[in-house]
């Protein structure tokens, strides 16, 4: 499955680096945003892997 949540994770604290050093609100918010963004991006990754890995443990291998 193409995505790593630990990249995610690294691309979120770096917005929120961005968004502690923005100069306005507005860009502040947005750094946030991406943050968050990022966060539910690694979470929403690292729940389709259980749940894929759950079915391949259910679903017998085919050909057998």
Do not use: Y
Request: charged share 30%; hydrophobic share 35%; proline share 6%.
């Amino acid at each position: 499955m193409p995505g790593n949540p630990q990249e995610c994770r690294k691309h979120a604290a770096n917005c929120k680096r961005f968004a502690a050093k923005a100069d306005t609100p507005e860009a502040k918010e947005h750094f946030i945003g991406l943050a968050t963004q990022w966060e539910q991006l690694a979470a929403e990754l690292e729940a389709s892997r259980r749940f894929l890995k759950t079915l391949q443990e259910i679903e017998p291998e085919e050909g057998v």
